[in-house]
């Protein structure tokens, strides 16, 4: 069982996360976010349980749907908003927008707009870890629907043929853009398909915050005795369309208020919590205050921030490191 | 003569053509519900079903070698792509194997490669100028038409070939309107248009480009300056006997596009204009293109990436002082 400490900070950083996405999906919709965005909220718990398992030195790569896992990576929502809002001071410097956020401080290496990359380069990172002796492991986010994609499966057998050491999270919320999983994905399951590859995978209820967490250490501790990479199928729910402002035809209201209602990853925490006495509706408003007012303060850091200056768009397309005379 | 979208004229050639030949069909992600990410087949699943409109998983390079495989024997395939960006993850489906089979085994490929692109927001993986790595590669032909009469036209020929097309629509035209023409006309490749007549300075372009020519063209008028805007609709093959005509009948040439110049189609246009008119042209032949960067997210650095009317301005005064 989460200690109490612990807890709680599931609970914050999942409520900073919703309003994070509350308040980016309403800016997006004023067309303060240039190319738009792809809202997590109702993903959050499977952010915050996974990162809490990771330590410092893991690495991850993640997906064009990462605003939850840079937040629960703990990257500043500063920073972040500003680079929703294509600002200097945003953490790609306004080159990235919201599909490339990345804090390499944090060994995060990014999101990704191309489905099925961000996983591939999370092998790369596992097979980093190996070469540099380093003890910690890698995690590539990915969606349902990624698990369809060539370059995926190329990458998992090369992690089981060399025993790399890579945790794969699909943040499974069962639809990609518009299409149902079981339209397109043969067989329907993720977990035989892994274990057909000679990976060990296994299903997890992606709205329960502690299971998610559990699951990520407890594959993060194989992973480091040398079993082998790992594969966590998360099942989780997108309340939002696909990009900011899509409502589409191809699932019910009834599906998504289910969702909503019964298997929200954050009402669900607190009702677990209360029943427990492991927090009191004050402590809950405060977090809900913080986070209003932590995200209230990200976006006057956006709005403040200059737009980069034109005259570095060229900077930095390559280092200039082989034109020197060695 | 019909109004239509860009992407309505892209529908209404695909319609026809499905009408009358049962071995076209089309995949790829999201066409089904969704009607493609530019809605450029809306409405087509309702009409022929979920065997010639398919939904793809996510999976982009047996996409194109499913185009390939049916193809070869004797279908149809579209594979539409929806973001151009998207076909990096086919590309030896495409350069090795289509582009290759005719000239290997002597096969018809009658395979058709759609998907959008040209520059404007979603940051630096969705926004890339592909059109002169294909138009590199023998094999491939590569439409890119400006007006929805030429999508439809060129999307038509494309239906009634036997060879692989490459078929980039752009992605601010997507709403544009414009007039489209009846079920009979077919535009071939390698066949350039005038869009605005002119007697100073040749402007070559493609694309979205035209317009942006097309509006420096207008605005040069009151320096009574008379600019030819030539829309060349496809840049493999290139219509270089109007090229050349024309670049000689006016001697002062400017090509253009919005891809980084370095590499680019108009160097080629530039270097083959130079080579046959050499003493024939009043000015050397000027580029304008792209600078040499990835497509920030950030619409300043955008535009500070790609020419603009201004920059068609300047490009036009400095040919002219030759
Ligand atoms: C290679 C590639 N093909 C297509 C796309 C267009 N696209 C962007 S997101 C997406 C759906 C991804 O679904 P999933 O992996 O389930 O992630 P989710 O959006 O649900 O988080 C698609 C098709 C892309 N970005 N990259
Ligand atoms: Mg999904």
Redesign the pocket.
């Known amino acids: 069982m989460t200690e109490p400490g612990q807890a709680k900070d599931f609970l914050s950083q999942m409520i900073l996360i919703r309003e994070f996405e509350t308040i980016a999906e309403g800016l997006t919709l004023r067309g303060k976010v240039p190319g738009g965005m ?1 809202n997590s909220s109702g993903q959050e718990a499977v952010a915050v349980g996974v990162m809490a398992a990771l330590k410092d030195e893991d690495a991850i790569a993640s ?3 990462s605003h939850h896992h840079s937040i629960a990576r703990g990257m500043s929502t500063q920073s972040m908003m500003a680079e929703l809002f294509t600002k200097s001071t945003g953490c790609s410097r306004g080159r990235g927008g919201s599909m490339h956020l990345v804090d390499l401080s944090r060994n995060y290496f990014g999101g990704n ?4 990359a961000g996983v591939s380069i999370a092998m790369g990172l596992a097979l980093g870890i190996h070469i540099l002796k380093k003890n910690s492991i890698a995690v590539g986010f ?5 698990i369809n ?1 060539g370059r995926t499966w190329e990458s998992i057998n090369m992690a089981v043929i060399w025993n790399l050491p890579l945790l794969i999270v699909i ?1 499974n ?1 069962q ?3 518009e299409t149902f999983m079981d339209r397109v994905t043969g067989g329907k399951d993720f977990v035989a398909r892994a274990k057909s590859f000679g990976m060990s995978a296994e299903v997890i209820d992606g709205q329960n915050v502690e299971e998610v967490y559990e699951a990520t250490a407890r594959a993060r501790e194989r992973i480091l005795a040398g079993e082998g990479p790992q594969l966590i199928n998360a099942v989780t729910y ?1 309340y939002f369309g ?1 990009n900011v402002g899509e409502v589409g035809k191809y699932r019910t209201q009834e599906e998504i208020s289910d969702w909503k209602s019964n298997k929200d990853p954050i009402d669900n925490w607190i009702s677990n919590l209360l029943a427990k006495k492991m927090i009191t509706e004050d402590e809950i408003s405060e977090i809900r205050e913080n986070a209003k007012l932590e995200i209230g303060k990200a976006v006057e850091f956006a709005e403040a921030s200059p737009f980069p200056d034109t005259n570095t768009v060229a900077d930095d397309v390559d280092s200039g490191s082989l034109l020197r005379q060695l | 003569m019909t109004v239509v979208t860009y992407s309505e004229a892209w529908r209404s050639g695909l319609r026809e053509e499905m009408n009358k030949d049962a071995s076209i069909f089309v995949m790829g ?2 066409l089904q519900e969704r009607g493609g990410h530019f809605s450029q087949v809306k409405g087509l699943a309702e009409e022929f079903g979920p065997e010639r409109i398919r939904d793809t998983p ?1 999976s ?1 390079s047996a996409m194109v070698a499913a185009g390939v495989g049916s193809a070869m024997l004797g279908a149809r395939p579209i594979i539409d792509l ?2 151009m960006d ?1 076909a990096y ?1 086919a590309m030896d489906e495409i350069i090795n194997q289509a582009a290759k089979i005719r000239y290997m085994f002597g096969a018809d490929l009658p395979l058709i490669i759609r998907a959008t692109a040209g520059i404007a927001l979603f940051g630096p993986q969705h926004n890339n100028s592909f059109e002169s790595l294909f138009a590199a590669i023998p094999g491939l032909s590569v439409a890119v038409p400006y007006r929805p009469y030429d999508v439809k036209g060129l999307l038509k020929t494309s239906l009634r070939g036997s060879d692989p097309v490459i078929f980039i629509m752009h992605k601010k035209l997507t709403g544009a309107k414009g007039e489209i023409a009846g079920e009979d006309v077919f535009i071939p490749f390698g066949k350039a248009r005038i869009a605005a007549e002119g007697s100073d300075v040749l402007i070559v372009t493609y694309g979205y480009s035209v317009e942006v020519a097309s509006k420096a063209a207008e605005l040069m008028k009151t320096e009574g300056v008379s600019v030819e805007v030539m829309d060349l609709r496809t840049v493999y093959p290139i219509d270089y006997e109007m090229v050349l005509q024309r670049a000689q009948d006016i001697g002062r040439v400017i090509v253009a596009d919005e891809a980084p110049l370095f590499g680019s189609i108009t160097g080629e246009i530039a270097s083959t204009i130079s080579e046959k008119l050499h003493s024939s042209l009043k000015a050397p032949v000027l580029r304008i293109g792209a600078k040499r960067v990835p497509i920030g997210a950030n619409p300043q650095l955008v535009s500070a990436s790609i020419p603009n009317v201004e920059d068609y301005q300047a490009a036009i005064r400095k040919v002219l002082t030759f």
Request: zero cysteines.
């Open positions: 792809h997906t064009h749907r707009g191309i489905v099925g990915m969606g349902d629907g990624a994609t943040d919320n639809y990609a853009v997108r696909h | 992600t999201d996510i982009e929806n973001f998207f993850g």
